[in-house]
């Protein structure tokens, strides 16, 4: 179980785009893979998460502005994000979740292996 690997974050003005990319050697052996954000003083909170099946589930914060790809030729699992506002500005996380339960239900408790995060700073 490799931990996974963050990177693409940074600043950005709202309206912009980033996309930030989850590299670990379990992208295709984990059952799902999921991205997180953290608030400051805030608990962390699922983003999207995609399964080994290739189900995709998001929070509705950013349905329709974020998606959860994986990117084969880089053995990782990218995060889109578009039309970003001031609001997502966070540190992201990537986890592996090694439960198939994790399909139905994004609790953190089911996530194990997480990167060390990338940091998303969107200006107004």
């Known amino acids: 179980q490799a931990q996974p690997v963050e990177s693409g974050g940074g600043s950005v003005q709202a309206g912009g785009s980033l996309t930030l990319s989850c590299h670990t050697a379990?992208?295709?052996?984990?059952?799902?893979v999921g991205w997180f954000r953290q608030f400051p003083g805030k608990e962390r909170e699922g983003v999207a998460r995609?399964?080994?099946?290739?189900?995709?589930v998001y929070a509705d914060s950013v349905k329709g502005r974020f998606t959860i790809t994986k990117a084969w030729a880089k053995n990782a699992v990218e995060l889109e994000m578009t039309m970003l506002k001031p609001e997502d500005t966070a540190m992201y996380y990537c986890?592996?979740?090694?439960?198939?339960?994790?399909?139905?239900?994004?609790?953190?408790?089911?996530?194990?292996?997480w990167g060390q995060g990338t940091q998303v700073t969107v200006s107004s």
């Open positions: 986890a592996l979740s090694w439960s198939e339960w994790c399909r139905e239900n994004g609790g953190l408790e089911l996530f194990s292996d």
């Open positions: 379990s992208v295709e052996s984990a059952h799902c």
């Open positions: 995609r399964s080994r099946l290739g189900t995709t």
